[in-house]
């Protein structure tokens, strides 16, 4: 689609070009200097198909120089076509086709995105043409189109960019609000993956305690405890968790000790492979020390990534703890 507007606006430039190079070639009368009419109009269009063409399928803006160039033509064809011509025919068809051809430069400028130099155009060619034809007759004689087609140019060109802007705004809208979906769908595949292998290990005891009618022997019921603990982990906490620290959670909760575990994002932007780390560094502290109570929290820190409080109870009769263990596991691996 790029392509084809560009290939369908250089094409109307050109023929616009060159209808009205045509025109000047095609005089009525013998311009009393006619070389240098033909100087003017060889001029203009080398210069207007440097505008047009040059760089032009590699990027939208026109190079400086092919820009100051375009200035300078525009400044030097007027002074060349009239010293062509004798001053009774200033006025004549053939004699003003410079008028609409710096309106096309002028254009051809502006879509280019030198907005600048094509108004600079467009002022030299309303200065030139009122001094050389009078401001009136310069007016009925195409200076009116030739400003309109800049002023329209101009116009479309701001409308056409803030599209393209809108655009890609839009598609990068698109493309987080697809990522977020696609986000939300592994989260939810990840979460029936836990809940359906938490349940397999719990499966047997609910199936035993459902037979039996809840009447379950001491063993029974420690695995009817963990069964249950390890759902809730398995729940609550599932970025923390590898075979290490469910079996190092499972033999803490067997000696009697209370676990719980929050994950609150902690790991969410870390890789894989620190995510690992942690996970082995976190089973080494639960089986490190032994406490009655553990709190295992995974919050949205810059810095520590897991922070572990092990709490003993206190020999008196408050119910405050003690804390036995406190470890923190910073988010990156430190520097060796």
Known sequence: MNRTVRSVATSLAVGFAMYFAARGIWWIEQPTGPLFMVAAIALYLVVVNIAILWDSAIVVRMPMWAAVVALASG??????????????????????????????????????????????????????????????????????????????????????????RDTERLAGIQQAVSAWHATQQVRQRE????????????????SRAVATHGALDADERLEARLAEGRLRDELRGADLLNDAVRDAIADARRR??????????????????????????????????????????????????????????????????????????PRHAPAV
């Open 191 to 206: 979460r029936r993956m836990r809940t359906q292998f938490a349940l397999a290990v719990a499966g047997p005891v609910l």
């Open 256 to 329: 009697g000790a209370v676990v719980t575990v929050f994950d609150e994002g902690g790991l969410s932007d870390v890789d894989d492979g620190r995510r690992e780390e942690i996970r082995d560094e976190l089973a080494a502290v639960l089986r490190g020390a032994e406490a009655e109570r553990w709190i295992i929290r995974a919050a949205s820190d810059p810095l520590t990534a897991v922070t572990v409080v092990g709490r003993a109870r206190s020999g008196g009769t408050s119910d405050d703890d003690a804390v036995d263990v406190w470890h923190e596991i």
């Open 75 to 164: 400044a030097i064809i007027p002074a060349l076509v009239t010293i062509s011509l004798d001053p009774l025919t200033l006025r004549a068809p053939f004699a003003t086709w410079y008028i609409g051809a710096l309106g096309v430069l002028a254009v051809v400028c502006i879509v280019r995105r030198r907005f600048v130099i094509g108004w600079a155009i467009i002022v030299i060619l309303i200065l030139e043409s009122s001094a050389y034809l009078g401001f009136a007759d310069a007016l009925s004689l195409g200076l009116v189109g030739s400003v309109m087609w800049a002023a329209v140019a101009h116009l479309l060109v701001m409308f056409w960019d803030r599209a393209v």
